[in-house]
């Protein structure tokens, strides 16, 4: 790895983006093949964050509540 993908992995952690530090590089390879400039690349990387705390959010409260099963 290089010394700005570790300064760039550094500052994910601090900004807490750990779904975008997780996933960097699929996500970069991602922008790359849909020829993303670089607002629409961070708008990508924005949404995937979100998308995935929401996730993570609703994980977390089905567990919390305790439901006795799941319903579809």
Same mark, same amino acid.
């Given at each position: 790895m290089t =010394? &700005?993908?570790d !300064? $760039? +992995?550094n500052l994910l952690n601090r900004l807490k983006l750990t /779904? +975008?530090? /997780?996933k960097l590089d699929n996500l970069l390879d991602e922008a790359a *093949? @849909?020829? $993303? /400039?670089l607002r629409e690349a961070f708008l990508f990387l924005c949404e995937q964050e =979100?998308? &995935? @705390?929401n996730q993570? *959010? $609703?994980r977390t409260g089905v =567990? !919390?509540? @305790?439901?006795?099963? +799941?319903?579809?």
């Open positions: =010394v &700005d993908h !300064r $760039l +992995i /779904n +975008i530090r /997780n *093949r @849909k020829q $993303l /400039n =979100v998308s &995935d @705390k993570s *959010r $609703l =567990v !919390r509540a @305790k439901f006795p099963y +799941i319903r579809t």
